[in-house]
T-cell receptor, first 113, second 113 residues
Framework: GESVGLHLPTLSVQEGDNSIINCAYSNSASDYFIWYKQESGKGPQFIID?????DKRQGQRVTVLLNKTVKHLSLQIAATQPGDSAVYFCAEMLTGTASKLTFGTGTRLQVTL | EAGVAQSPRYKIIEKRQSVAFWCNPI?????LYWYQQILGQGPKLLIQFQNNGVVDDSQLPKDRFSAERLKGVDSTLKIQPAKLEDSAVYLC???????????FGPGTRLTVT
């Protein structure tokens, strides 16, 4: 299928290495952050989230770091596998009645063998 | 658990024609979202429903786009008349409530010629 993002920043890593994908968010009032993975021809898939009262959260092979001082979010993927190849988006939300999710620009992760 | 269903998966129309997309959310999810994803960008929220009421449609081009969610379950998004810049993937997502994890469907890829 057609690629999700043909002109996105690309991170190329070797299989087994660790990957770090960075994201700058825009609203200092945002209190909830999510990383999504999007494969070609599919909708975004939830990976991991973090609330603004935390600065680190770990999942299975993934870690999200939040630095509110500089409005920066990062996603670390340990022991990157070929199946991790996709476009990754960060998203921010100010929770409330509407709780609108705002996506950042994506990063394409390419895993080489 | 069945995911979010969307149809059609692909649609090609000429400019000034009309088109409609259908979404069936995950059973029990009260909140439904329509996003537009232009190639190379993150999804942009068009409209958010809570049951059958509109919560946020601030980014919906209301002169040509309309959406409804009758009975608080399925939803349709319509474009009439279509413009070339409407070419994009239209994603539907649902969640139990605002601020809860959003589950995305596979999207409908629209090409306007």
């Amino acid at each position: 299928g057609e690629s999700v993002g043909l002109h996105l920043p690309t991170l190329s890593v070797q299989e087994g290495d660790n990957s770090i994908i960075n994201c700058a968010y825009s609203n200092s009032a945002s209190d909830y952050f999510i990383w999504y993975k999007q494969e070609s021809g599919k909708g975004p898939q939830f990976i991991i989230d973090i609330r603004s009262n935390m600065d680190k959260r770990q999942g299975q092979r993934v870690t999200v770091l939040l630095n509110k001082t500089v409005k920066h979010l990062s996603l670390q993927i340990a022991a990157t596998q070929p199946g991790d190849s996709a476009v990754y988006f960060c998203a921010e939300m100010l929770t409330g009645t509407a709780s609108k999710l705002t996506f950042g620009t994506g990063t394409r992760l390419q895993v080489t063998l | 658990e069945a995911g979010v269903a969307q149809s059609p998966r692909y649609k090609i129309i000429e400019k000034r024609q009309s088109v409609a997309f259908w979404c069936n959310p995950i059973s029990g999810h009260a909140t439904l979202y329509w996003y537009q994803q232009i190639l190379g960008q993150g999804p942009k929220l068009l409209i958010q429903f809570q049951n059958n009421g509109v919560v946020d449609d601030s980014q919906l081009p209301k002169d040509r786009f309309s959406a409804e969610r009758l009975k608080g379950v399925d939803s349709t998004l319509k474009i009439q008349p279509a413009k070339l810049e409407d070419s994009a993937v239209y994603l539907c997502a649902s969640s139990l409530a605002p601020s809860y994890e959003q589950y995305f469907g596979p999207g409908t890829r629209l090409t306007v010629t």
